[in-house]
Nanobody, 126 residues
Framework: QVQLAESGGGLVQTGDSLRLTCTAS????????VGWFRQAPGKKREFVAA?????????LFEDSMEGRVTISRDNAKKTVHLQVNSVTPEDTGVYYC??????????????????WGQGTQVTVSS
């Protein structure tokens, strides 16, 4: 059973970068993808980025954030890092990492991610 825990949230200034870490425990294999989602106050949770654990570390990004976001993984440490550059107050929210076990292909759909962390609050001050 895979469990996930996020870290690195907190208060960030507009224009700075934020870096979050998702640490997995348990057995996570090449048939997993790990994604980051976020939920702003009063809004639905939305996809940010994801990376496959195998498959050469293929990445997918939410269209509006591509170019401002990077995602990377360290298989040995079982961590996935999310970095968001040039943050604005619109980046404020709870950031979650989640894992999806897949067969032939993996998705960015929230309902396909069955394992979730507790979330970490990020607040961007103006």
């Amino acid at each position: 059973q895979v469990q996930l825990a996020e870290s690195g949230g907190g208060l960030v200034q507009t224009g700075d970068s934020l870096r979050l870490t998702c640490t997995a425990s348990g057995r996570i294999s090449s048939t997993y993808a790990v994604g980051w989602f976020r939920q702003a106050p009063g809004k639905k949770r939305e996809f940010v980025a994801a990376i496959s654990w195998g498959d050469g570390g293929r990445t997918l990004f939410e269209d509006s954030m591509e170019g401002r976001v990077t995602i990377s993984r360290d298989n040995a440490k079982k961590t996935v890092h999310l970095q968001v550059n040039s943050v604005t107050p619109e980046d404020t929210g709870v950031y979650y990492c989640a894992a999806q076990r897949y067969g032939d292909m993996w998705t960015t759909r929230e309902q396909d991610y069955k394992t979730w962390g507790q979330g970490t609050q990020v607040t961007v001050s103006s």
